[in-house]
């Protein structure tokens, strides 16, 4: 077990900055699911430590322009779309 | 703060900025698409999978924008970390169609700087905290109302992923005329560098730091300890986005934070918005805390380690050192040094012209006439830019003597600016040509002889009789004559 189970007010948190509604039984549902999945992660510590590949460093393009996508090749995957802007939900 | 009541001239301001400049590269931070913003531009025309944030599209850093880094941070006076490296920081907006942005944060690539500033002749150097490297999000238009009351929302991408740089600085400012010098100087060298446009929308944004603190907590140099601070309840002020709104919208919050201090009321630690249309902060809806952002190592981007490239990219001289070399090389005085080292435009142009002709008279007319006429007309060296060497001609024409001084200025100069014309084709159409010495020969013998009355006053010692006979010459040719030199030829023609 994780040394901290996760309860529901920690969900509710989650939920809000992820900026999704939850129930009271979805709370519940996921803090129980968010515990397992805690749980797994410690299974990684069980993991022996093999040698690291050495890091890369200073991965850099050179400042030239490449072809973009059209717009509506960029539309394409938008569920909703207003004069060549993707369209959503008031954000406030 | 105490819940006792100090009077205003009790209080004392602190304040520091956190400026975010785009950076002028080719292309945005992590990939290919142009950051040539036309003003008319489509929405979405300059998207990719990388910047639409669409899976499995990598990121790859952009050389140009870690070098303009690293040419702020030895600008700043800055370190330029061995070891820096990009995190993820998490929110959820639709400017950022990843739900992150990627920014830097426990590894800025430039730590430690200052820039000093002046402020009423007073100079302060001002501390820079970090500047880091991170990529602007996207634009939103909030349709059918405000932002609390729009009817739905509409994205544009062109912008997100344009590089910028997040200069912090330390809480080092006493006012808000302070802040808006080191904006002011802040743009000045950036674009001395090369790597900033002013004009360019949203170049420049601010958010500002602003407190006040019991002025008996001030140190005689202005520095005020780490603990005092921490006591004092500040608010955050965002959406400024010029020197000048920096100035106003701290103004205000001095104002507001003072009285409610005044008045035995605590300055609540919030987000305030400069709305400024209205010119007033407004409180904002408390956003995430630090921890919130849930940053983490943005894995798709390896470190960098670009310390030694301070070495090797070279910056040029910056507007302070130009200036004192001007008053040095050119023996310019401190206004004309100052206005013509304004913009690096400017003073390669002036420098230019000065070599090639007198340094002085290369400054009357860089500085006062071109200057003068281009601000005149609300027009910037850069809207002339394509043309400085029509500048360059019109100052040979009167170096050489072959326009006088006041036809240079009043025709030829204002004919340029207002139809575009060059100054050889003015000279020739308005026959401004300066008289040759037979013409001027000739109309200073006519004078004489016409006018009598007035070489009788002359030799009776009437000092105002040559005047008159210097305005007949000039009459006479059509003012293409040099009024000294005519002054000079009756003389020597009436004492003869």
């Known amino acids: ?92 | 703060m105490t819940a006792k009541a100090l009077s205003q001239r009790d209080l004392a301001t602190v304040i520091g900025l956190e400026v975010h400049v785009q950076l002028e590269t080719d292309t945005k931070i992590f990939c290919g698409c142009s950051t040539d913003a036309a003003e008319d531009e489509e929405p979405n025309t300059r998207t990719c999978p990388v910047c639409l944030g669409l899976p499995g599209a990598l990121p790859v850093l952009n050389e140009g924008a870690v070098e303009a880094a690293v040419k702020v941070g030895k600008a700043l006076n800055a370190t330029v970390a061995e070891h820096t490296r990009f995190h993820r920081k998490n929110y959820y907006y639709p400017d950022l169609p990843k739900n992150f942005q990627i920014t830097q944060y426990d590894a800025p690539i430039c730590a430690e700087g200052t820039l000093e500033v002046s402020v009423e002749g007073e100079r302060r150097d001002i501390g820079i905290e970090r500047a880091h490297l991170e990529e602007d999000p996207g634009s939103l238009q909030h349709k059918g109302g405000s932002i609390d009351t729009a009817d739905y929302t509409l994205v544009n991408y062109n912008r997100a992923g344009t590089p910028l740089m997040e200069i912090v600085t330390k809480p080092d400012f006493r006012s808000p005329q302070e802040t808006r010098a080191f904006l002011a100087k802040l743009e000045e060298v950036l674009e001395y560098l090369g790597i900033f446009d002013a004009t360019r929308d949203g170049s420049l944004r601010i958010d500002a730091n602003i407190s006040m603190v019991p002025a008996e907590n001030v140190g005689d140099d202005g520095a005020i300890s780490d603990e005092t601070l921490a006591e004092a309840n500040r608010t955050e002020v965002k959406n400024i986005s010029s020197h000048k709104g920096a100035e106003k919208a701290l103004a205000y919050e001095v104002t507001r934070q003072k009285n409610a201090i005044s008045r035995g009321r605590a300055v609540e630690q919030e987000t305030r918005h400069w709305d400024e249309s209205r010119g007033i902060t407004v409180s904002m809806r408390s956003k995430e805390e630090e921890k919130d952002y849930r940053y983490f190592r943005e894995a798709d981007l390896p470190p960098l380690e670009v310390a030694d490239w301070k070495e090797k990219i070279a910056i040029p001289e910056l507007p302070d050192a130009r200036r004192e070399r001007f008053r040095e090389e050119y023996g310019l005085d401190a206004e004309s040094a100052s206005k013509l080292t304004s913009t690096k435009e400017v003073a390669d142009f002036y420098e230019d012209v000065a070599e090639q002709f007198d340094p002085d008279l290369a400054a009357t007319w860089v500085a006062d006439n071109l200057l003068g006429e281009l601000n005149y007309r609300d027009m910037q060296i850069t809207d002339v830019s394509h043309r400085l060497d029509e500048f360059t001609r019109l100052v040979e024409l009167v170096a050489e003597g072959s326009i006088t001084t006041k036809n240079a200025e009043e025709v030829v100069l204002r004919g340029m600016l207002d139809d575009g014309d060059a100054p050889d084709d003015i000279v020739d159409r308005e026959g401004l040509g300066a008289a040759d010495d037979d013409e001027v020969v000739t109309a200073v013998a006519e004078a004489i002889e016409e006018n009598p009355d007035a070489v009788e006053d002359y030799h009776a010692g009437e000092g105002g009789a040559v005047n008159f006979l210097v305005g007949q010459v000039m009459q006479k040719t059509g003012g293409s004559a040099d009024p000294g030199d005519v002054n000079q030829m009756l003389r020597e023609k009436l004492d003869e």
Do not use: W
């Open chain 1, 1 to 92: 077990m994780s040394d901290t189970p996760v309860d529901a007010e920690e969900v509710r948190h989650v939920a809000e900055l992820a900026r999704v509604n939850l129930d009271e039984d979805e709370v519940e549902e996921f803090a129980t699911q968010f515990a397992d999945i805690l749980d797994y992660f410690d299974a990684l510590d069980e993991v022996p430590e093999v040698d690291a590949e050495p890091d890369l460093v200073n991965v850099m393009r050179s400042d030239e322009v490449r072809d973009c996508l059209d717009q509506s090749e960029a539309l394409e995957n938008a569920s909703d779309a207003e004069d060549g802007f993707f369209k959503g939900p008031r954000v406030s």
